[in-house]
């Protein structure tokens, strides 16, 4: 689908983290610096995304990046031709076809950028992001801060008692909490 190029070399990056860590605002960091070196950009998100926009990536913080909804992971394929950087964001939502596509891009001298939830509220892996940790040159794994102790923190506790794993939401629905808090509120304490 894409050309080959002997001078660029493609690569996978991986943002990762809680909810209210910064991953999406890595993100949008790094693809505002690909476009300051003049590179084509395009980003991508899960259609079901719409807590903030349909048609941009927002941070909690409110910094916003225009961006494509697709609903399958080839779409991206077949929207990315020319780009020499693709940003994902929420990748958690997509299926695991993801992570062949993200190889192809990058196989093809493309910088894809990934950002997503590494667990889900119960804490366990989610989605296509381990095995796209796994594969990429590059993982990044930020922290929010625990709003009970003030420890970096790296799960998203659900306040609601919803069991889907895919709830969207922000700050009604989740917080962001220590190993040690996280353990306390699902009964699972630790000596």
Aim: charged share 25%; with cysteine.
């Amino acid at each position: 689908m894409f050309l080959e190029s002997a001078s660029r070399k493609g690569w996978i990056e991986v943002v990762c983290g809680s909810m209210f860590s910064g991953k999406t605002e890595e993100l949008i960091r790094r693809l505002k610096r690909a476009q300051f070196a003049h590179q084509k950009v395009e980003i991508f998100k899960p259609r079901i995304d719409v807590r903030y926009s349909e048609e941009e990536v927002v941070s909690h913080d409110a910094n916003a990046f225009r961006s494509t909804p697709v609903d399958s992971p080839q779409n991206i394929l077949l929207l990315s031709a020319g780009a020499d950087v693709v940003g994902i964001d929420e990748a958690q939502f997509f299926d695991d076809s993801l992570v062949d596509v993200c190889r192809q891009l990058a196989d093809n001298g493309i910088r894809v950028i990934v950002a997503g939830l590494d667990m889900d509220y119960t804490g366990k892996p989610f989605g296509p992001m381990p095995t796209l940790m796994a594969t990429a040159e590059y993982v990044t794994k930020v922290h929010a801060i625990c709003v009970r102790c003030g420890n970096l923190a790296h799960h998203s506790h659900r306040l609601t008692t919803d069991e889907k794993q895919v709830l969207l939401g922000a700050q009604d629905n989740y917080e962001p909490l220590c190993r040690h808090c996280f353990n306390n509120c699902h009964g699972s304490k630790t000596q």
